[in-house]
């Protein structure tokens, strides 16, 4: 089934191309330009490049969980056949911000403590805990529940969460390396690098799929 959820995945991500891009793009675009900015403006103090880097992290960390949770709430609205409209996902983004900051962190933290013990824990943690954001956002669970929710859930749905997120994360690493090769640091390699960062939503897309497949109980 696994290669069936991409191809639907993909079906989907092609259908509501649109939408998606005007919920997400506004988001990358601006974390990207500021990287762009930050990155020609490093002949400065390298203290105060870093103080950049910092402020800009935290910018894309805070704004994340907003497009992100806009992102699942539409995808949740084209499956009940009432979809949102792009200012409508984002304004419901906007209600479960703090639970979803915390999740992503806490997800994060672990997927990062799995990582040091060895890579392959930090990869088996991170699809496990797959379906947290989908529960935080849908079902209005805290971090935790939903972390714990995530790790039960997604059990009998491990390889094939595995297999999909493998196939998605090479197909783009590949398009970004290749992108690096051709134009370096240069402003077009900055605007392709936008468009590969947008195409993450695939993964976010296929994660929801399977998570409706669980909860449809297939």
């Known amino acids: 089934m696994t290669f069936e959820y991409l191809r639907q995945s993909l079906f989907f991500f092609r259908q509501h191309l649109i939408t998606l891009a005007a919920i997400q793009l506004p988001f990358l675009a601006l974390i990207g330009i500021l990287g762009f900015i ?5 002949t400065g103090a390298s203290g105060e490049s870093a103080g950049s880097f910092l402020l800009l ?20 609205s084209v ?6 409209s792009p200012m409508s996902a984002i304004s419901l ?7 979803l900051l915390l999740t992503y ?9 799995g990582l040091i013990a060895l890579v392959i824990p930090g990869v088996i943690v991170g699809v496990r805990l797959a379906f947290a954001d989908y529960i935080c956002v849908l079902e ?3 971090a935790t529940e939903s972390l714990k929710q995530s790790w039960s859930q997604t059990q009998s749905y491990f390889w094939m969460l595995l297999q999909g ?4 994360f090479l197909c783009l ?9 051709l134009f370096g640091s240069t402003l077009i390699a900055v605007v392709l690098s936008l468009l590969v960062d947008f195409g993450g939503v695939m993964l976010t897309v296929f994660g929801f799929r399977v998570f409706s497949a669980m909860r449809e109980g297939q």
């Open 165 to 168: 997120f493998i196939l998605i």
């Open 140 to 142: 209005n669970k805290s």
């Open 93 to 99: 983004g906007m209600t479960c911000w703090g639970r």
């Open 105 to 113: 962190i806490l997800n994060g933290l672990a997927v990062l403590l």
């Open 173 to 181: 690493f590949l398009l970004e390396m290749l992108i690096q090769q």
């Open 57 to 76: 992290g935290l910018l894309q960390l805070g704004l994340l969980p907003l497009y992100w949770g806009a992102t699942i709430f539409y995808m949740q």
């Open 38 to 42: 930050l990155q020609g403006n490093m």
């Open 79 to 84: 499956l009940d056949g009432k979809p949102l």
